[in-house]
């Protein structure tokens, strides 16, 4: 991920998108964690005009105004250019990044990361963060649920900054009950003598497969490609306005 | 006074996790829904609440039909108390707890403050009405939630597992609380796992099995049914289960039992 080249990151998009078809998981699905990475995105974007209008004219190196805003700002084709590849470069990872939390059991993932030599206390901590994603996520909307029947409105019907303000109103058993939850798991797993020994076995293992080279390969291929163009580009970015 | 005629739900379309349910609530009953984990009780309560939106058939509170009203005018009539209390509480400070409601329908701070503290002596946390709510016992914590759908008057209250989790001085602190807000005029629903329970405090049981509701009669009878008990997956009581093997009668032991256990209990 350290191409910004339209023509790679295009490419890119196009398989993660057909991967993630050919998974079978459904829209609704992803729905709210897709809007909710869209609204991260679009902050960032705005923050990028915001403290850098001219990054892309000092990238690509020439200077195509569209029109004058106020100030420092304006519109400039280039730093749109640029802007539209910063958001492309999401685009590629989010239904890649969908897939793979889906996708993932839990334990396998754990069990894979120990085998390539880290240290099975990081693989455990890392597959009880994903594995309670969907927990996390069944709480919010009973406690959601809960504050509605108590007046909070968080349906469509109110204002959106009135919304914003009531979410809040969530966050804090959300919070509680996320804390407490913590806290029972550490106590069992305290109980079941997690982290006395060096080792452990692992029942989700599986033997590396042909398909596994095979996705190992492809990741690679996919690696030299935009290393290439970037040699190809003489930099990370595809200049068109040369 | 609610009706629910040929209520269906699933939470995906493949698997109704509910169907077919019809029932009829009277005024100033007191109600024990049981059924194994999974049966539907809490989705029925969900339903009702309007939480979820049934595939099929009407829910109707006094011939109203209750299918357009949103999560907030249900919450009007019928009040919800969950199982998880964390899962409710959201301010720091118990009268602020209890008040939100009232402030969020715009009421005068004089009127919150009136109808706030009525609700804190009924749950008998009156007391503790400056108290912060993380200084509570899970049983407490449980009644500032009761007092928190309270204010709300509703007209009927269900409560899900309203003793999972209490020790026994605490589940009867918290029953007879319960019955005293029935004889009040307040109807309550029970989704409840405790088979002494349902015997000792409700005259009527909906038992569910499976999604499908497959008894509406009195604990009593219940007990007296092992084929319908093993349908629902139920366990009898040990107090059932003594009598049985004394050879007693065992619905007029249970009865006295729990008559002189009140009574010792009182002095």
């Given at each position: ?66 029109c ?28 890649v ?26 693989g ?33 019907k ?85 | ?6 209520l269906?739900?699933?939470?995906t ?66 009040g919800?108390?969950?199982q ?34 009525e609700?804190?002596?009924i ?23 009761i007092?928190?759908i ?27 609380f ?39 009669t ?5 007990f ?31 009865e006295?039992?729990?008559?002189y ?7």
């Amino acid at each position: 991920m350290i191409t910004y080249d339209t023509r790679v990151l295009a490419g890119m998009f196009f398989t993660g998108v057909v991967f993630f078809i050919l998974s079978g998981f459904k829209w609704k699905e992803v729905r709210f964690a897709v809007f909710f990475m869209a609204v991260l995105m679009g902050i960032n974007l705005i923050g990028i005009f915001l403290f850098s209008p001219e990054q892309g004219v000092k990238i690509y190196g020439t200077r195509h105004e569209l029109c004058h805003l106020f100030w420092r700002y304006s519109i400039v084709t280039e730093q749109l250019f640029y802007m539209f590849n910063f958001m492309m470069k999401y685009l590629v990872v989010i239904p890649v990044a969908l897939l793979f939390i889906m996708a993932t059991n839990p334990s396998e993932f754990a069990a894979s990361l120990n085998k390539i030599g880290v240290s099975y206390r990081v693989g455990y901590a890392v597959a009880i963060a994903l594995r309670y994603i969907p927990d996390v996520q069944r709480d919010y909307h009973e406690i959601s649920q809960a504050q509605q029947a108590r007046g909070v409105d968080l349906s469509r019907k109110d204002k959106t900054l009135e919304r914003l303000k009531n979410s809040a109103a969530i966050l804090f058993p959300l919070v509680l009950s996320s804390l407490q939850r913590i806290e029972f798991i550490s106590n069992a797993m305290e109980l079941r003598g997690f982290g006395k020994q060096k080792k452990r076995t692992w029942i989700m293992e599986k033997p590396f497969m042909k398909r596994d080279y095979a996705a190992v390969v492809f990741a690679f291929v996919t690696l030299a490609v935009s290393v290439l163009c970037m040699f190809n580009n003489g930099g990370r970015y595809f200049n068109p306005f040369l | 006074m609610l009706t629910v005629e040929e209520l269906s739900f699933g939470y995906t379309p493949d698997k109704e996790n509910l169907s077919d349910i019809n029932f009829t609530i009277y005024k100033g009953e007191m109600v024990s829904i049981v059924g194994k984990n999974g049966a539907g009780k809490s989705t029925l309560a969900k339903l009702l609440c309007g939480f979820v939106t049934q595939n099929h058939g009407s829910i109707t509170l006094k011939g109203r039909n209750l299918a357009d009203d949103t999560i907030k005018e249900r919450a009007g009539y019928i009040g919800y108390v969950m199982q998880n209390p964390n899962q409710m509480i959201s301010k720091p400070m118990i009268y602020d707890e209890v008040a939100m409601s009232l402030r969020l329908k715009g009421m005068t701070e004089e009127q919150v403050q009136e109808k706030v503290h009525e609700a804190l002596k009924i749950c008998g946390l009156y007391p503790f009405r400056n108290w912060p709510v993380s200084a509570l016992s899970y049983g407490q914590k449980k009644r500032v939630t009761i007092a928190s759908i309270l204010v709300q008057e509703p007209e009927i209250l269900i409560l899900d597992e309203p003793t999972a989790g209490q020790d026994f001085r605490h589940y009867t602190e918290i029953m007879e609380f319960l019955k005293e807000l029935n004889e009040r005029g307040i109807t309550v629903l029970m989704i409840t796992h405790d088979m002494h329970l349902m015997l000792e405090y409700t005259e009527r049981s909906l038992v569910f099995s499976e999604g499908h509701m497959i008894a509406d009669t009195t604990p009593a009878k219940l007990f007296s049914d092992p084929q319908l008990l093993r349908r629902a997956s139920l366990k009898e009581t040990s107090l059932f289960e003594l009598a049985k093997r004394c050879g007693l009668d065992s619905e007029s032991y249970i009865e006295k039992f729990i008559r002189y256990d009140r009574q010792v209990r009182n002095k």
